[in-house]
């Protein structure tokens, strides 16, 4: 089945430390975006990427970035993890067009120590 | 940017009762509402929508309405099962910018209890 892929399912890294979460997807979606969860927050914008060429900054990119490989693939990078980014990271594709929801991928917990 | 409030944060209900949960946006110029279900440890799923030219929409149990003017829109659950507990994220959008990009609201964990 198409779907949409995280890797890892889980990390823990120490403070300062580069890390690089993972996303790939088969559903042939253009669009692709990078959401943090934190409980009573809900769900906030990090990245998002229309295309290989055109990556845009969402509501809480500090301290983040992203690379989008290829249309299949969106990855993000925390340069200097520190703690407060210790959260549930989804990735998630949509399809320009008719349809507009959303298809999320099984999530990344991050753990900053 | 658009800011979309949602509540109550915890709901509890009796299993067969109604559930409500409500959200309120600020731009008036969003148009389209979809309502996400959360389960513990897996991920979001679509679960409805509804778009500005219709102020309800029904799929079987579960139901979403929208008032323009008051910019708000609620999720009904009738006759609710122990499966239905989990975390609804409502959120909203302008489809019109191309953007696509969903605001999401805090959340909101069903309980219900058998």
């Known amino acids: 089945d198409a779907d949409v892929t995280q890797t890892p399912r889980n990390r823990i890294t120490k403070t300062g430390k580069r890390i690089m979460l993972e996303c790939s997807q088969t559903?042939?979606?253009?669009?692709m975006y990078w959401y943090r969860q934190d409980p009573g927050l809900g769900l906030r914008l990090i990245y998002y990427?229309?295309?290989?060429?055109?990556?845009n900054k969402g509501e809480i990119s500090d301290g983040y970035s992203v690379s989008r490989q290829a249309q299949a693939k969106f990855s993000l990078s925390l340069e200097s993890a520190i703690p407060n980014q210790t959260a549930l990271y989804f990735c998630?594709?949509?399809?320009?067009?008719?349809?507009?929801?959303?298809?999320f991928g099984s999530g990344t917990r991050l753990t900053v120590v | 940017g658009e800011n979309v409030e949602q509540h109550p944060s915890t709901l509890s209900v009796q299993e067969g009762d109604s559930a409500v949960i409500k959200c309120t946006y600020s731009?008036?110029?969003?148009?389209?509402f979809p309502w996400y279900k959360q389960e513990l440890g897996k991920r979001p799923q679509l679960i409805i929508d509804?778009?500005?030219?219709?102020g309800e929409k029904k799929d079987q149990r579960i139901a979403v309405t929208l008032n323009k003017t008051a910019k708000h829109f609620s999720l009904h659950i009738t006759e609710t099962q122990p499966e239905d507990s989990a975390v609804y994220f409502c959120?909203?959008?302008?489809?019109?910018?191309?953007?696509?990009?969903?605001?999401f609201g805090t959340g909101t964990r069903l309980t219900v209890i058998p």
């Open positions: 998630a594709t949509s399809e320009a067009g008719v349809y507009y929801g959303y298809t």
């Open positions: 559903k042939g979606h253009d669009r």
């Open positions: 990427s229309f295309d290989v060429k055109d990556i």
């Open positions: 731009d008036s110029a969003s148009n389209y």
């Open positions: 509804i778009r500005s030219n219709v």
């Open positions: 959120a909203a959008s302008n489809l019109q910018t191309g953007a696509n990009n969903l605001f």
